[in-house]
């Protein structure tokens, strides 16, 4: 198991030596003479007066016990009798038996001194060790605290995570829906401005800004409309989508951090005094790596994880508004096409009406034409049936100028041949006057004929390009499902 760190503060951190008992060589010599130099040397000190056997009678000092200890050695000390020079050199039997009580007091204090130090370092042992195993309880449950606290966040990080992805990928798809939409009115577009291009060809009259051709301009400005709102939109969904990502990396960054943590601290969690790994590390509490502290470490994920919800909510709107938008941009797509197809239908029909109407007038003309030929040869045909009738009564008049004398008489037959040249005269003059009208209005008829043909041309050529041209264009126009992004 690899260790990647410990408290240096820890008992189990510190070299195993006891500073409580002592030696066993500081306990032996605390049984011993104080000075042993002085015991190695007995003739040093060996004559003593009778203050020095008075003095020892007084209470025990440090320094009083240090002389009876000389004075023990020097009792326990074999003198043999040739070397004994006065009897001075001997101690009394109150010296002894003080002796003795000296050293039972200073055993017994010995004793109860060592099994005080004994107890007390029993029970100090006893209360570091449960000081230590209840400090290891405290900090294993505040390991396990910190478990359930990276458990706990881990688990919100994870369900952020799948309603973020599941948001990204609603977003992606009503921005793919979008895009659809948006490529969708490209064929709309390009039919409106084709049929305004097409209707550019009417020749004179019909070149009227009618009812259709605004259909058609509105039409146009209604598509680039829509089409700039859903750019705006599409726009705003690719910035929210980054946002998204952008929200959705850090909390997987936080969530592999909280994996890392919570491998780390359940490792730890689980280790015991016989676990394998443990090992000193010495300065280890003196260093602090710590980047943040429980409210803070709280407070960085509960952030992530609000910006994130709000991200979710903006997106979850921006949503609404792509849908409503596709909707509503659609219907007036629809509406307005369907405004123009019923222009269509009724300026083709308007034109269709005046193409028979002009039809109608033509043949009438062309009858009239007709009629009026068949008058003009009638009326050419009366004047010249008037020539002879003309020459018999001048070619009468001027037989009769040939009479003689007095029979050259201005009598009634000469009346009437000029009364009868006069009539036929006055008659041809009136057929040439209603010749003339009549060539006058077959003239006029036929400048009315070319115009009906002209008008009738311009006519045809209209309901060509407002029947053939355009409708059958606009037959290509997207479906409303289309219109909203579906395939």
Known sequence: MELLGSSLTATYARPRTS?????????????????????MNPSANLWRTNGYYKSSSAVSTPSSMQRDNLDLVRAQTVYYPSNRTALSTRYTPDDWYKSNMSNYRESESSRKSAERLRTDTLRMMQDKEQLTRLTQEKTSKNIGERLNDIVFWRAELTHEIDNMVTEIAALTEVKRRLERALAETQGPLQVSQECLYHREKRISIDLVHDGVEKDLIKEVEV??????RMRRHLDRAIAQLASNRAAQHELERDMSDKVTAQRIDGRCHHLRNTSDGIGYYRGIERLDPSLSLPDSWSKFTDDNILLSQSGRAASQKLRDEIEILLSSTSNEMWNQFNNANVAFTNRISETADAKNSLQMHLAKTLQEIFQTEMLIESLRKALRDKECPLKVAQTRLEERTRRPNVELCRDNPHHRLVGEVREIEDTIHKLQERLMQAENTLQTLVKTKVTLEHDLSIKANSLFLDQEKCMSMRKSFPSMPRLVGYT
């Open 19 to 39: 500073h409580f008992l002592p030696a066993i060589s500081t306990m032996a010599s605390s049984y011993r003479n104080t000075q042993p130099a002085l015991a």
């Open 223 to 228: 598509i680039k409309s829509c089409q700039e």
